[in-house]
């Protein structure tokens, strides 16, 4: 039985997360963190002193998402992270303490099965194709920017190549903010509207033709379940950071 504490439990994808855990056979909700709810702890340290858990899983926000991350490892206790906010560095140093503390994190922009899809096809593609840009989509109110699942794309696919750019920024007329922000390489262009969720398109483009890779989310945080629970179930037997659901994925 894997043990299962949850930050962000009363919150939209948390609470239908905590639903799933307690339905299985194999998992536990030992412990939930909310700080709207005073039946519930108020952090992440003070749960995790309180209570023995095998996994934390965190669906906060960009503000406390470190500290929560660092809390668990701290105490051996690894990690599933579902909030955005996180860059190359804190990865890194994430990384660094999991595998001095032999745990595991497993970290993704996205945990619909579809958007880890998307991941997967997208650094193939960038295998064949050398110019790319990527498209962020999100509610008026997502306070950052781009959304995590912007960011991992643009970071896994820094692995393959840096993408040619035609106008290179310096030389770009007029205002060179229009041309987005470049992260680890590439182009992001985030859209902040309402009647979004979040959706992320990647264009590739070669001479002639245009490939373009999109994932939509919708109005439920149904899509985000199922890509959690492998997340949990596979987190006890890692060590170190496994950042993308697509590399839980088999094939």
Not at 53 to 81: C, I, K, M, Q, S
Not at 113 to 129: G, P
Not at 139 to 151: E, L, Q
Not at 180 to 207: C, D, K, M, N, Y
Request: hydrophobic share 50%; aromatic share 4%.
């Amino acid at each position: 039985m894997i043990r299962v504490g949850i930050a962000g439990v009363t919150g939209w994808t948390g609470r239908a997360v905590a639903e799933a855990v307690e339905s299985t056979d194999d998992l536990e909700l030992v412990f939930g963190v909310a700080r709207s709810d005073p039946a519930r702890f108020s952090t992440v340290a003070e749960a995790l002193d309180a209570v023995e858990a095998d996994v934390l899983v965190d669906y906060t926000h960009a503000a406390v998402v470190a500290a929560n991350v660092r809390a668990a490892v701290e105490r051996g206790v690894g990690v599933v992270v579902g909030s955005s906010g996180l860059g190359a560095s804190d990865y890194e140093q994430i990384d660094a303490l999991a595998r001095e503390r032999e745990v595991g994190v497993v970290a993704a922009g996205n945990f619909s099965l579809s958007a880890a899809l998307v991941l997967r096809f997208a650094t193939e593609a960038a295998r064949h194709l050398e110019r790319w840009e990527i498209v962020d989509y999100a509610s008026a109110t997502k306070p950052d920017a781009p959304s995590g699942t912007a960011r991992e794309i643009a970071e896994r696919l820094a692995e393959v190549r840096t993408p040619i750019v035609g106008v290179p920024l310096e030389d770009v007329l007029g205002a060179v903010e229009a041309r987005g922000a470049t992260i680890a390489g590439t182009q992001v262009h985030s859209l902040r509207l309402p009647g979004f969720v979040v959706s992320t398109e990647v264009l590739f483009a070669a001479p002639g033709e245009r490939l373009t890779l999109r994932h939509d989310a919708g109005d439920s945080p149904a899509p985000y379940v199922a890509g959690t629970l492998l997340a949990i179930r596979a987190v006890p037997e890692l060590v170190g950071l496994t950042r993308g659901l697509d590399r839980l994925l088999p094939g």
